[in-house]
C-alpha cells in the first residue's frame, strides 16, 4: 500500500537548472496537489489538479509548471531554478467527497531541494 | 494573506502533563472542516484529527481533542498525557475552497520533556 509516493528525497541545483519532481499516488484519488514549506510559513499551495486533464494554480505558482494526465501522476517543473525556490516540497492527495472539503490531505515525504 | 493564525512558534510540555496549541482562522463559510497535522522529525505529514464545523460537539482521537469555537474562529488541539512520540511541529489548516486548497498556518513546535 504505497500511498502518495514522491521523488527524490533530496536535490541541489545550480541557479538556472530546470527539474522535474515526481508524485505519483494508487489510491484513485481525484485531487493532487503540491505545496511548499518554508521556515515561519507553513506549507503554501503551489498548483493543483481535481482531475487527469485539469490543473489550476494556488497561491504560489510563480516559476512552476503542472501537468496531469493520468489520475495517478502529477508532476512538478521547475523550469529555470532560483534560490527562492530552496524549500520543502510536498505533494498530497485526496478524494472529492460529498462536500468536497472533508477528505484529509494524504502527502508524500517530501523533497528537500536546495537551489544555489 | 494568512487566513490561519498559529499564535505560538513553540511550546513545552512536561511527559505525561496536557498542553493546548492555539489555532484561529478567517471565514466566511457555515459549513467547512478543519485539520491538525503533526510533523516530525521525519518530515513525514501526519493527519492528527478532523473536525466538521457544522457538529458542535468536539472531534476527539484518543489523547488528541480539539476546542472547537465556531463564532470565535478558534480550533485549539489538547494533547493529554502527552508522551515523547508527541514532539513535533503540529499545523492547524482548513479548506479554502475545495479540498485540495488547504491553508496552514505557520505551525507550533512541541517539545516534550522527559
Known amino acids: 500500500n504505497a500511498g502518495v509516493t514522491q521523488t527524490p528525497k533530496f536535490q541541489v541545483l545550480k541557479t538556472g537548472q530546470s527539474m522535474t519532481l515526481q508524485c505519483a499516488q494508487d489510491?484513485?484519488?481525484?485531487?493532487m496537489s503540491w505545496y511548499r514549506q518554508d521556515p515561519g510559513m507553513g506549507l503554501r499551495l503551489i498548483h493543483y489538479s481535481v482531475g487527469a486533464g485539469i490543473t489550476d494554480q494556488g497561491e504560489v505558482p510563480n516559476g512552476y509548471n503542472v501537468s496531469r494526465s493520468t489520475t495517478e501522476d502529477f508532476p512538478l517543473r521547475l523550469l529555470s531554478a532560483a534560490p527562492s525556490q530552496t524549500s520543502v516540497y510536498f505533494c498530497?492527495?485526496?478524494?472529492?467527497?460529498?462536500?468536497?472539503?472533508?477528505?484529509?490531505?494524504?502527502f508524500g515525504n517530501g523533497t528537500r531541494l536546495t537551489v544555489t | 494573506a494568512q487566513t490561519v493564525t498559529q499564535s505560538q512558534p513553540e511550546m513545552s510540555v512536561q511527559e505525561a502533563e496536557t498542553v493546548t496549541l492555539s489555532c484561529t482562522y478567517d471565514?466566511?463559510?457555515?459549513?467547512?472542516?478543519l485539520f491538525w497535522y503533526k510533523q516530525p522529525p521525519s518530515r513525514q505529514m501526519i493527519l492528527v484529527i478532523r473536525q466538521e464545523a457544522y457538529k458542535q460537539q468536539n472531534a476527539t482521537e484518543n489523547r488528541f481533542s480539539v476546542n472547537f469555537q465556531k463564532a470565535a474562529k478558534s480550533f485549539s488541539l489538547k494533547i493529554s498525557d502527552s508522551q515523547l512520540g508527541d514532539a513535533a511541529m503540529y499545523f492547524c489548516?482548513?479548506?479554502?475552497?475545495?479540498?485540495?486548497?488547504?491553508?496552514f498556518g505557520a505551525g507550533t513546535r512541541l517539545t516534550v520533556k522527559p
Open positions: 489548516a482548513y479548506p479554502a475552497g475545495s479540498a485540495n486548497d488547504m491553508r
Open positions: 489510491m484513485n484519488h481525484e485531487y
Open positions: 471565514t466566511s463559510e457555515s459549513d467547512y472542516y
Open positions: 498530497a492527495s485526496s478524494y472529492s467527497g460529498l462536500k468536497g472539503q472533508e477528505s484529509p490531505l494524504h
